[in-house]
């Protein structure tokens, strides 16, 4: 049964620092690109920052130089590192695997407020 959990997330002030979590089961993860999305309220999922099998990463524009995805293939978990956070960055974090069906975990809240 394929399982990903995110954790992580929480209240941060504007320009703080946050790392997610996404804790995976029942799937190959190292055979995988991982993504982050995220979730504003009223607003459609986007996706932010994605990580190939092979290491390479990239990330959307809103969060380039702030946001760090990578992964640890042995421990079956990838992770968000997020710096200098600001209020549009508040919203419903989620991890998934590119180009698969896998289903949706339960998100992690991150809200930025001062």
């Known amino acids: 049964q394929v399982q990903l959990v995110e954790s992580g997330g929480g209240l941060v002030q504007p320009g703080g620092s946050l790392r997610l979590s996404c804790a995976t089961s029942?799937?190959?993860?190292?055979?995988?690109?991982m993504a982050w999305y995220r979730q504003a309220p009223g607003r459609q999922r986007e996706e932010v920052a994605v990580?190939?099998?092979?290491?390479?990463?990239t990330n959307a524009e809103s969060v380039k130089g702030r946001f760090t995805i990578s992964r640890d293939n042995a421990k079956n978990t990838g992770y968000l590192q997020m710096n200098s956070r600001k209020p549009e960055d508040t919203a419903v974090y989620y991890c998934?695997?590119?180009?698969?069906?896998?289903?949706w975990g339960q998100g992690t809240q991150v809200t930025v407020s001062s």
């Open positions: 998934n695997a590119k180009l698969s069906n896998f289903p």
């Open positions: 990580i190939f099998y092979g290491g390479a990463t």
């Open positions: 029942g799937i190959i993860f190292r055979a995988y690109t």
